[in-house]
Nanobody
Framework: QVQLVESGGGSVQAGGSPRLSCAAS????????MGWFRQAPGKEREGIAHIGRGGAPSYEESVKGRFTISKDNDKNTLFLQMNSLKPEDTAMYYCAAKRGWCSWSSGDFNYWGQGTQVTVS
């Protein structure tokens, strides 16, 4: 059973650069695809970045060039560096994990953190 715990959210001004962290336990972390999703009020949960077992990152178009996903396999921790934040980035951000290949579909991910709120004003 994989357990995920996010941290690093909060209220930030537009243009800010917070970093989210996700601490993982309960599985060989390096074998998982790790992803970041977000869900704004009234909207569906969307995948914004993921990083596969080989370490190759992928980004959804709206965050490409502004957000960076990375992981530290030794510390079993996933990161999301967010730069140039916009009000439309306001959402609950979730860390998620799945075995096997990465996917953009939230339904494919087996394990989820509790989420951390990011509010941009």
């Amino acid at each position: 059973q994989v357990q995920l715990v996010e941290s690093g959210g909060g209220s930030v001004q537009a243009g800010g650069s917070p970093r989210l962290s996700c601490a993982a336990s309960g599985y060989t972390y390096s074998r998982l695809c790790m992803g970041w999703f977000r869900q704004a009020p009234g909207k569906e949960r969307e995948g914004i970045a993921h990083i596969g077992r080989g370490g190759a990152p992928s980004y959804e178009e709206s965050v490409k060039g502004r957000f960076t996903i990375s992981k530290d396999n030794d510390k079993n921790t996933l990161f999301l560096q967010m730069n140039s934040l916009k009000p439309e980035d306001t959402a609950m951000y979730y860390c998620a994990a799945k075995r096997g290949w990465c996917s953009w579909s939230s339904g494919d991910f087996n394990y989820w953190g509790q989420g951390t709120q990011v509010t941009v004003s």
